[in-house]
């Protein structure tokens, strides 16, 4: 049973509307992510966030937009999105950015489609 | 660029088998390894993590590690239907942002 949890699991939506992902984990953990899992192609990473403080943000569009109100709440606010960003978001975290051991965990996901 | 290679595969191998995956990376200072598993629909679970050179058994799992050669493999023995899934490679350099590198990830089928 996984420690990250992400609702809403499926989101269908259309390119004008404004919908919220939202990511929790109870792991205790000071670092969380956003990836994008579209198919046939390797895990992108969208946004970082070490307690607290964003630390990357690889060229995402604007259209989405990320917030992490404390360490254990993670949200991707989405806007006037493409049919290109239909894919799968997952959230993960991990006890923080740091060299050796830190493990990232993944949150089961948010299948988006975007009509 | 730091970059993490793995065939797409679909590797293919009969129950019972040993199934060998593996990950080739190019950052030579790269210090911690990880392999994912993640069927299809779901998100990736952590299976192995190995920081050392050489193997890293658990269970049914061992992680190999070489890094003078920039490899890190994955062997499965006696492999079951219910290890087909997609294999992700991820690889962390000692410096930098200290965030993982994904490969694109190896399917494995094991049938019957």
């Known amino acids: 049973e996984t420690g990250v949890t992400q609702t809403p699991r499926h989101l269908v939506m259309g390119m004008t509307n404004k919908k919220s992902l939202k990511c929790e984990q109870h792991l205790g953990h000071n670092a969380m992510y956003w990836y994008k899992q579209s198919a046939k192609k390797p895990l992108e990473l969208m946004f970082v966030?070490?307690?607290?403080?964003?630390?990357e943000n690889n060229s995402v569009p604007s259209r989405f937009s990320p917030e992490c109100p404390n360490s254990s709440h993670l949200f991707l606010h989405l806007h006037t999105l493409q049919p290109e960003d239909s894919a799968l978001y997952l959230c993960a975290s991990s006890q923080e950015l740091a060299g050796g051991r830190d493990t990232q965990y993944f949150g089961p996901g948010t299948r988006l489609t975007v009509l | 660029q730091k970059e993490v290679e793995q065939n797409s595969g679909p590797l293919s191998v009969p129950e019972g088998a040993i199934a060998s995956l593996n990950c080739t990376y190019s950052?030579?200072?790269?210090?911690?390894f990880f392999w994912y598993r993640q069927y299809s629909g779901k998100s990736p679970e952590l299976i192995m993590f190995i920081y050392s050179n050489g193997d890293k058994e658990d269970g049914r799992f061992t992680a190999q590690l070489n890094k003078a050669s920039q490899y890190v493999s994955l062997l499965i023995r006696d492999s079951q239907p219910s290890d087909s899934a997609t294999y992700l490679c991820a690889v962390r350099a000692s410096g930098g942002s200290y965030i993982p590198t994904f490969g694109r990830g190896t399917s494995l089928i094991v049938h019957p």
């Open positions: 950052d030579r200072g790269s210090q911690s």
């Open positions: 966030y070490n307690f607290k403080e964003q630390t």
